[in-house]
């Protein structure tokens, strides 16, 4: 495994060996860091600074899960951008908007490896062969962290060749991607017509139970994916928001090509 990053490195020096261990607004104190709720108008959460003790207030309007994720976020921001004023915004905190900058992204990773470090995660990702939603869930439930979250953390863990992707009436608002899954596969901006999950989230239709085969080329519009299969499963995340699972199950789509020639000629 490779080296603890700085959140695993203070779950450890704390003694942490169980997800339930894992008490925020304990880091916090031991970090020098209050944390008060309040609510906030404008942004999601802040920290404020000085020497080594600071405040992080978190709008006490976001659901219990929000909180935490903020909270943890704000604790990144003190650990690696310590001085600099930073105001995170409901829609920047955990968004995969690709819009997101630096800082925002690193608190985002900060946050992600102190709710669900590696070595505490990894057993359990690994107790649960197969990637549904409701693996997602008893995860989600074990860490009290968000289904969109959890579901980030198992598939770029390289737990399952998947990708998660999130879409509202508006195309494609973020996706993550197993590192197992090659770049080419890049999801379509908007939801094919074909796809379960334009049913969930435009035809009043309910939540997939279990993960469904179809046709690759209704996540993907590379010219030969009309040749595979996935499987997907939608859930309905938001009034105007689904999140859907796409697993990549042949082996085939899972071959990195050739860099230089771009082409296989062994197909
Ligand atoms: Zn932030």
Redesign the pocket.
């Known amino acids: 495994m490779t080296a603890p990053t700085a959140a695993e490195h203070i779950l450890q020096e704390l003694g942490i060996t169980e997800p339930g261990e894992i008490d925020l607004e304990a880091i916090a104190w031991h970090m020098g860091v209050s944390v008060r709720y309040r609510p906030l108008d404008g942004c999601e959460a802040r920290i404020i600074g000085n020497g080594s003790r600071a405040i992080a207030t978190i709008n006490e309007r976001g659901s219990w899960k929000r909180q935490r994720f903020s909270l943890a976020?704000e604790l990144g921001?003190w650990k690696h951008h310590r001085g600099r004023i930073?105001v995170?915004r409901a829609d920047?905190?955990g968004q995969r908007n690709g819009h997101a900058v630096a800082?925002?992204r690193a608190?985002d990773g900060f946050a992600a490896d102190l709710l669900m470090p590696r070595y505490l995660f990894e057993p359990v990702a690994r107790a649960h062969p197969k990637l549904t939603f409701q693996t997602v869930c008893e995860i989600a439930r074990i860490f009290r962290t968000s289904r969109p979250a959890t579901a980030i953390r198992l598939v770029e863990g390289r737990h399952f060749p998947a990708l998660v992707i999130c879409h509202g009436p508006n195309g494609r608002k973020w996706f993550a991607r197993s590192p197992d899954v090659p770049d080419r596969w890049f999801p379509r901006e908007d939801l094919d017509p074909e796809s379960f999950a334009i049913g969930v989230l435009f035809g009043g239709k309910p939540d997939d139970a279990m993960p469904r085969k179809i046709d690759a080329d209704a996540w993907f519009e590379r010219p030969e994916a009309g040749r595979y299969e996935v499987r997907e499963q939608t859930i309905r995340s938001g009034d105007n928001e689904i999140l859907t699972l796409v697993l990549i199950e042949d082996e085939a789509m899972l071959e990195e090509w050739g860099r230089s020639s771009g082409v296989r000629s062994n197909r």
């Open positions: 976020h921001h930073l995170c920047e905190i800082t925002e608190a």
